[in-house]
């Protein structure tokens, strides 16, 4: 591997990281790895329940709890991601927060895009240099082109991403995306012919006093800024993307994840700016009507793909809304 660029740890979704500081930070006295294994498990069956309930598909136990052995694993990389960005320090068989940590609760109260900012901040800050090396490269490629011929996670599939300038285990290469994913910097299609990834971010070597996004970071060489700052006609950019998946014709049902995508390719928005920004129009009167609608989920609960589901709004059932119809005015 090339020099900096290291295999990373299985840490990939805010919930986990953030839950897990929380309940540190809410215990004075530490708390030990078994308790927070305990959490994270907890936290997994959960999202494994809404996994199951979007895609009505069930899970047997059996499957559940053969899970467990991997969780530890699991646990302990994220307790070093932690000790690695100063977020625990480690007295014994206890585990403390520190002052980092409990700073990043008490931001995150206030403004969760901002723990975003810091948690990203200490994590491309510490000694895990792939981190960074990996934004930086994404950045320099704008967009990471894989064929579907090679879905397969393979030798071929290393190759080529090698080919590309990021030299890492396959496995390492996905953890990454799907962190990054979840932290709104960076989003990803699949379709028929290509795997895509692209940036939601730019790098530059001056910090700028008025960029075109809400927050920046300060990396080892650089500053990355993320979170644009809102559009001016959020409703129209939407409706247009609407219309160009539907031949220019109104009231036609389609799949709100495949809406959200081609939006968040054309405006490089993430994907869960565009959820706030929806949920934010249906509350507002404007002259079409947007309805959302519970569908068929076509992906497996267990492909990571369903977490763009469950980031969709939800019904009173606690079903995503899968699918949107827009017309006009009463139509």
């Known amino acids: 591997m090339k020099e900096g660029w290291t295999g990373v740890r299985p840490v990939r979704f805010r919930d986990e990281i953030f839950g897990t500081l929380n309940l540190m930070v809410s215990r004075n006295e530490g708390v030990s790895i078994e308790e927070i294994r305990d959490y994270v498990l907890r936290l997994r069956l959960d999202k494994e329940d809404r996994r199951?309930?979007?895609?009505?598909?069930?899970?047997s136990l059996e499957t559940s709890k053969r899970k467990r052995p991997k969780l530890l694993t699991k646990v302990e990389q994220m307790i070093r991601i932690f000790r690695k960005t100063g977020m625990i320090i480690k007295d014994g068989e206890t585990i403390r927060s520190t002052a980092n940590s409990r700073k990043l609760i008490s931001i995150r109260q206030q403004d969760e895009i901002a723990a975003d900012a810091y948690f990203l901040e200490s994590l491309v800050n510490s000694s895990f240099r792939t981190y960074w090396l990996f934004l930086r490269q994404l950045f320099k490629c704008k967009q990471i082109s894989i064929p579907s011929s090679l879905s397969k996670r393979d030798k071929k599939l290393r190759n080529h991403i090698s080919s590309v300038g990021f030299p890492l285990d396959v496995w390492s290469f996905f953890i990454l995306r799907d962190l990054f994913y979840d932290f709104s910097l960076l989003n990803y299609i699949i379709d028929d012919s290509f795997?895509?990834?692209?940036?939601?971010?730019?790098?530059?070597?001056?910090k700028s006093e008025s960029p075109p996004y809400a927050?920046?970071?300060r990396g080892p060489d650089a500053y990355l800024n993320f979170?644009?700052?809102?559009?001016?006609?959020?409703v129209k950019e939407f409706v247009d993307i609407y219309l160009s998946l539907t031949d220019n014709k109104w009231n036609r049902m389609i799949d709100l994840v495949v809406l959200r995508e081609r939006y968040s390719?054309?405006?490089?928005?993430?994907?869960?700016?565009?959820?706030?920004l929806l949920q934010e129009t249906l509350k507002q009167e404007t002259r079409y009507k947007i309805v959302l609608s519970v569908g068929h989920i076509a992906y497996e609960p267990g492909s990571t793909y369903i977490t763009k589901a469950l980031a969709l709004p939800y019904n009173k059932f606690g079903l995503p809304y899968s699918l949107i119809r827009i017309g006009i005015g009463d139509s």
Do not use: G, N
């Open 265 to 276: 390719y054309k405006f490089v928005v993430p994907e869960r700016q565009f959820d706030i």
């Open 52 to 59: 199951e309930k979007a895609v009505q598909k069930s899970i």
């Open 227 to 234: 979170w644009p700052k809102p559009p001016k006609d959020f």
């Open 215 to 217: 927050y920046t970071i």
């Open 195 to 206: 795997h895509k990834i692209f940036p939601l971010y730019s790098i530059e070597q001056e």
